[in-house]
Structure formats: C-alpha cells, structure tokens
C-alpha cells in the first residue's frame, strides 16, 4: 500500500499546494486592495486638503475686506460726528446771535411817552403834475418819522417805498429805508 498512501500524499500535497497558491493570490489581491484603497484614500486626503487650503486663503480674504470696511465705516462716522458737532456749535451760535439782536432790538426807555402817530399819516395834499414837489430838510424828516413808525409797526420795506413813493419826493429814498430797517432791526 505504499503506492497507494503515496499517491494520497502526492494528491493531497497537490491539493494543499493548489490551496496554498490560493491562499497567496488571495493575499496578494487583498494586499493590491488594500493599497489602492489607501492610494484613493490619500488622493481624496489631498483633494481635501486643497479645499481647506482654497477655503482657509478665502477666509483670510473675507477678514480683511470686513477690517478695511469696518474701518472705512468708523473714519465715517467720525466724520458724521465732527460734522454733527460743528452743526450743534452753528446752531448754538445762531440762537446766541438771535439772543442778542432780540436784547438790541428792545427800545431804550423813553422818558417822555412820544405823541402816537396815526397808523395811516394824514394825506399830504394833491400838487397838480405841472408842480414839481422839491425837496426839503422838512419833508425828509417827516418821511424819516413815518418810515421809523411803519417798520415799527411791521410794515415791510416795500410797503413803507411804496408809501414814501406816493407821498414824498426824496433825493434818495433807499438811504431813507436803509437807515430805518437797519435801525430797527438792531
């Protein structure tokens, strides 16, 4: 039996040669699989590295457009406030000078109470058109003390020319006006 058991031997060591080539082709093709999967695996490591790196420059780029905005936005509201405060300080000066043109414009007290004035002077009488109306130190005063009480009372500048036009003949009846206004308005 000899042939017999050897030939069982040589079988079997066939068979366990076959499944040891097996066993080695299956190894190895584990081992290829394993090193492609780390192969993909590394390459979508790197990919995704890139990513970050591409997101991280951009995130950088973000900050810095936000800082130069922030900063753009704080010189600006610096300049609104200096502005505001330059706008308080113009207004405080008006109603200072408001203040003290209302104190210039009170009237001194008068000793005497002056006649009243009529509100509408007395008409002077008609001279015919082939009369000239000259000119006197006399009627000027008049119209002077007429215009002094129509701006006093309200009257506007081209009311109280309009009247002076119609009722006296003056060499210069805005000099007349100019005096009187800036009187009362001091």
Excluded: C, W
Aim: hydrophobic share 40%.
């Amino acid at each position: 039996m000899p042939s017999g058991s050897s030939e069982k031997r040589s079988a079997a060591a066939a068979a366990a040669e076959r499944i040891q080539a097996v066993l080695e082709a299956a190894e190895q093709s584990a081992a290829e699989l394993r090193a492609e999967a780390a192969e993909e695996i590394e390459a979508q490591l790197t990919k995704a590295q890139a990513v970050a790196e591409r997101l991280s420059t951009r995130a950088d780029e973000i900050e810095r457009a936000l800082q130069s905005l922030s900063e753009s936005i704080r010189q600006q509201l610096s300049a609104l406030k200096a502005d505001l405060e330059e706008l308080r300080a113009v207004g405080e000066g008006v109603a200072e000078a408001r203040e003290e043109a209302a104190e210039r414009a009170e009237p001194a007290p008068v000793a005497e109470e002056p006649a009243p004035v009529p509100e509408e002077p007395a008409p002077v009488p008609e001279v015919p058109e082939t009369v000239d109306k000259p000119p006197s130190g006399e009627g000027q005063e008049g119209a002077r003390v007429i215009a002094l009480n129509m701006a006093l009372g309200g009257s506007s500048r081209e009311e109280t020319a309009h009247y002076l036009a119609e009722n006296f003949e003056l060499e210069d009846p805005e000099a007349l006006l100019d005096e009187v206004y800036a009187r009362v308005s001091s």
